[in-house]
């Protein structure tokens, strides 16, 4: 005769306590607390029952049959993220499994509400298409489920990640608009805080290409809208952003010839502000973006842009899960301890966004 496993309800009735306290602490609900004493008991019930939660026994059948993966996004309105989602889904789908997306929007409380997510729906493995703001986040699904990070090559050094090298690609950035003569250059962005490293390395990659060509870093222009001083409301998109400061840049500061969006988005918005101000792209001013996304692509755009492969990222980062899944399935632990670093280089693609330098240094 089979033993029945026991239930979160077994669980309950051994501690003497409700079924959905039983849930809510084996859960970590962030907002209920219980005491001490309550906490006790339901944990010497899950002992004397030898029951555990999904997320904490990946040995179970179950959870090796799990193909569900999740993903936490912090973006949906950039299209680098769009693509990478499009690229994993399609991934995921091949390899028989199925993706799930969350808006982590790089906010504590949401990545917060994902660990749980990840717990509860007991999902078998996570992708990260950014590295948590929220530190404990991360610790969290390292210790319960394989992890999968898509984020800059300095942001971690012991978890599985796709490497990005955003100071490679400022670097590239830099490099050709100095060979085409320019000398002062804006480069435009959203907040540029610790909460967003891949902004700040594209910046040091542009000043570090500068200062070996013996051209002053301070010649690069940093415009964001509270260095400007512009009123804006935290809705604002990329596109606004790069719209407003573009503006702004041509307006006020005549010595600049060429201006570069932190990403795409950014940098279409700078075209759209140059060209309604009656000025020439690129015979007045060039402008590069970052990602390379498909509008970049569009013949009225033809914006210079950088291509750092999101697709082949994309796939990549699903496969390197999935084996960390399987591999952890048939060893019964979450896989090996070594951790996988892939690196796709970053490649400049020219369009007609970009040109010599014609106007007075």
């Not at 990260?128 to 390292?142: A, E, I, R």
């Amino acid at each position: 005769m089979t033993r029945k496993k026991p239930t979160s309800s077994d669980v309950a009735k051994l501690a003497g306590v409700s079924q959905p306290t039983v849930s809510m602490i084996l859960n970590h609900y962030e907002h209920v607390r219980f005491s001490q004493e309550t906490v006790q008991k339901v944990m010497e019930a899950c002992e004397k029952l030898n029951y555990r939660t999904p997320s904490a026994r990946r040995d179970d059948w179950e959870v090796r049959e799990n193909k569900s993966l999740l993903a936490m996004c912090p973006s949906f309105t950039n299209l680098y993220y769009v693509n990478l989602l499009e690229a994993m889904s399609v991934q995921a789908q091949e390899r028989g499994y199925s993706l799930n997306v969350f808006p982590g929007r790089r906010d504590r409380s949401l990545e917060e509400q994902f660990v749980r997510l990840a717990s509860q729906q007991g999902a078998a493995g996570v992708l990260l298409l950014y590295k948590p703001v929220n530190g404990s986040v991360l610790k969290q699904l390292t210790d319960r489920l394989p992890v999968v990070a898509i984020c800059d090559k300095t942001e971690a050094a012991d978890m599985d990640i796709i490497e990005l090298d955003s100071e490679k690609l400022g670097a590239i950035v830099a490099e050709h608009l100095l060979c085409l003569g320019h000398r002062k250059v804006a480069y435009i962005s959203t907040q540029l805080t610790k909460e967003y490293p891949a902004r700040m390395l594209r910046l040091k990659g542009m000043r570090d290409a500068f200062a070996r060509a013996r051209v002053s870093p301070y010649n690069i222009r940093v415009c964001t809208m509270d260095s400007e001083k512009i009123d804006c409301t935290p809705q604002i998109t990329t596109y606004e952003t790069g719209y407003c400061l573009g503006k702004r840049v041509v307006e006020k500061y005549e010595d600049i010839t060429a201006l570069v969006g932190m990403n795409d988005m950014v940098a279409i918005g700078i075209m759209d502000a140059i060209t309604d101000k009656k000025y020439r792209i690129p015979q007045d001013y060039s402008v590069c973006g970052c990602d390379n996304t498909i509008i970049s692509q569009y013949r009225q755009i033809s914006m210079t842009s950088v291509e750092h492969f999101d697709v082949n990222r994309g796939r990549e980062a699903v496969d390197v899960l999935i084996r960390k899944i399987e591999e952890g399935s048939r060893e019964g632990e979450l896989g090996p301890s070594s951790a996988v670093r892939v690196e796709f280089a970053p490649k400049l693609v020219v369009r007609g966004s970009t040109g010599p330098c014609r106007r007075k240094k």
